[in-house]
Every structure is written in C-alpha cells, then in structure tokens.
DNA sequence: TGATTTTTAGAGTAATTACTCTAGAGGTCA
DNA sequence: TGACCTCTAGAGTAATTACTCTAAAAATCA
C-alpha cells in the first residue's frame, strides 16, 4: 500500500480532474480515500498545499518528457514524445481548467508556473528546431514559434474544451482516451502543413490513426464533430 | 443613465474579467455600484442569472458577428470579421476561463452553451468556405474543420493563456489590447499555410501589423515572447 | 517491555457568502 | 390627494467548507 501522503494526492487529482477543484472539498477527498479530514490536514496544511504538489509533480513529469536525448529524430520518434506529452497534459487538467484561479490565491505558485511555461516552450522549441534538422518540419524561426505556442495553448485547452461539451463523461476511461486521442489528431492538422519528408509520408495514416470515426464523434460532439455546410 | 439590470450586467462583466467569477461576490458588485445586494436580488434572482444573462449577451454579439453578408469576400473584409470576433470573444474572456464550473452547475446553460459552440463552428466553416469560394484560401474540407476548431479553440483560450501569464495586468485597458493583437497574430499565423492570392500577398504586412514588437513582448510575456534556441 | 514519535480519528469552529425579508422611497395615474 | 406599482436599502440568515484541536491508536526503537 502507498503512503497516505501520495494516495491523497492521487485521489485528489481524480476527483479534481472529473468534478473540479472547485467541486471538490477536502472532506470530500478524505471520505473518498476513507481517512479522517485531520488526517488529511497532517500532510498537508491546506488545500493549495495539494494543489501546488500536484502542480509540481505536473511539471515533473512534463519537463522530463521535454527533454529529448540527443541525435537525429524519426518521425516514429516524434509520435512517441507527442502522445507522451499529450497525455500528461491531459492527466493535469484540472490545472490548466482552473488555472486563474490558482494562480490569483497563490503568488508563489504564480511565479513557478511562468517559469514553468518558459522552460517548456523553450525545450519544445528546441525539439521543434531539432526536428527540421532531421528534415522532418520546414519552417522558418518566426514559423516555428508561432506553432509552438499554438501548440501549448491547444494542448493544454484541448481537454477543458472537450469537457464542456461533454461534462457528464468525463471518468470514463475509454471516452476521455477517445477524446485525448482526437486531441492528438487537432494537434497534427496544426502543424501538417510544416512537415516534409518521412513525417509527410505518413501524415495520412497518422490522421486516420488518431482521428476518432464518425460515429465516435458523433456520440461525443454531436454536430460539432462533423460541422456541416448545412 | 441606463437601467440598473444592465448595469449590474456591466459591472459583472468587467469584474468578472478582471478577477474571475469566483472571485467576485455579489456584495462585490453590488459595492461596485454604490447599491444595496437586496437591489441586486430584485433584479437577478441569483449569481447564476447574471452569468446567464452574460452568456446570453455573448452569445448574441458573437453569432451577429459570425453573420457573413452573401457575395465574395476580400482580405479586409476577412480581417474586419476577425477581428470582431476575436474583441468580442476577448470581451467575453471570463465565461470561456470559468466554463466548466458553470457547466457543471446549470444544465440549462450546458445545453444553450452546446448549441451555441455547434452553430458557431457550423458558420465559421460557412465563412471558410467562402473564403475559399473568393479565392484567398484553399485547403479541403477536411483541412478547413482542422482549422476550425483549432481556430475556436485558440481564440477562446487565448485570454486564459495570456491572463496565466501576466494574472497581474488584467484590467489596463492598452496592455490588454495588446494581449489581444498578439491573439490575431497567433490565429494569422494558424491559418497562414492555407492562405492564397490576395490574402496571402498582405499576408506578411498582417502580420506585422498585429505582432507586439519585442520591447512590449519582453514586458508581457519574459522568456516566453521571444522563445530562445538555448 | 516502555518511551517516544508518527499517524489517525472525528467532533467542532470560524469565516465566507449567496441569498432573504421587511420596510420604505420614488414614480405614475385616477 | 391617494392608491398602486416599481425599485431600493440594509440588516440578517442559513449553509457551506476550509481548517483546528485533542486524544488515542499505531509504529518505531531503546
């Protein structure tokens, strides 16, 4: 069994990931691991102690998978970072959902997640340059950055969108991956137009392969998942 | 002087930008306006009601806004539409950053809220089309649903983005102009690869034209608005 | 075993805040 | 003028919820 202090943090990166943090309250994480509020308020003296440990390991984590070892890149490579990185920002979206938030009550959290963004567009850009190295993206710096922080910003308002358009689905596993993964198709279309060589030749199988069939998008989007010329 | 339910209306909406809806409590507004909250209560039966009545608001300027007059379009035309769009969903920067609570607590909302983002989305392919029609796009259909929904999805984030960097600055009336023009310079550059003819050939004056040049960049963003190679 | 520290329970508190209620002011029309 | 309706004030309430406090159980270690 893993100690209390990391089962709180699990249990509350659940709750707040499908509810809210707002929606959640300490009790309510305390009865849903079935330990005492007290308890709960021994390993962490508030609930922005929870939040800022689970920012922390957010970022952990994330920052690890930026950093991309040296050498040439495949566009098999590629994939693989992306969907990684993709995933872990889907795993913390609570943070992102209701990030003003956070950031108004928590002036040191506000600092470190400036910091936070800046170490990440600068890795990204860094893999981004690496990769038109490889010869797999052709585009100009300006180019580049644009793209990058296009990238940022839809990866990490991807699931926020998704759920308000499907806020009674999330917790469940098979759907939020569905969603992830037509995240992950929206995210190759932005930067289709830059890629060439191995990357370009398997553009079409990528769509198809994380592009969720009609009538997945159908359940989940209703008429925004096919928009119609009428 | 005009009545005082659009001036609570009024009021909401800029404190509501400004600190966000948590943030801001009936009394506020009601103190804001120099009026009693039983004042309030007579005119809004509670909180959610005046977050309704913004939405409502929102909704309505927004989908005027995505009324296209038939004929072919210009590339002015096209960056008069935008930017509209764009100011007005600045304008309605706070319903897109809370979204989910608000989703969360009213189900009639929800429902209005799904509509709206499916008829939004159904006349921006509209517009795309046209402009492809006019010649200044080309991309397939595919392509241009791609587009869209990222194009929504950014500009509906953006402010969120911006607001996370810089929480302190939200209420300057020129520096959130300015974070609003970086906004249409992300989306110019999002739809950049499909543009063609006339609009491709202000393409790099458009550019110019809405990008913060990097004194005011460094201002808001540090690192962020000039991403370095190392 | 006994001493000490860590962890837990759970009742309770203090503060916030959305919202109510009553009474009265101000306008309108007969 | 008086009846009536709209609008406003402002004190007060009820419910939520983050957090505290005391004491006891469990673990650690001499």
Redesign the pocket.
Known sequence: MTD?KTRILDAALALFNRFGERNV???HIAGEL??????L???Y????AIVSALFDRYREHLLTLLTVPEGPLTWEDKMGYFEGILASMWEGRFLHRDLAHFLHQDPVLRDRYKVFVEDSLARGLGIYQRLRDSGLIEASDEELRALLVNTWVLAASWPGFTHGLNPEISGDETLDRGLLRQGIYQIICLEAPYLRGEALDHLDAMKREYRLDETALDRLFGAVGQVRSE
């Open positions: 209390t309250t300490t009790n079935g330990i005492s509020p007290g308890n308020y021994y390993h003296r508030n609930k922005a």
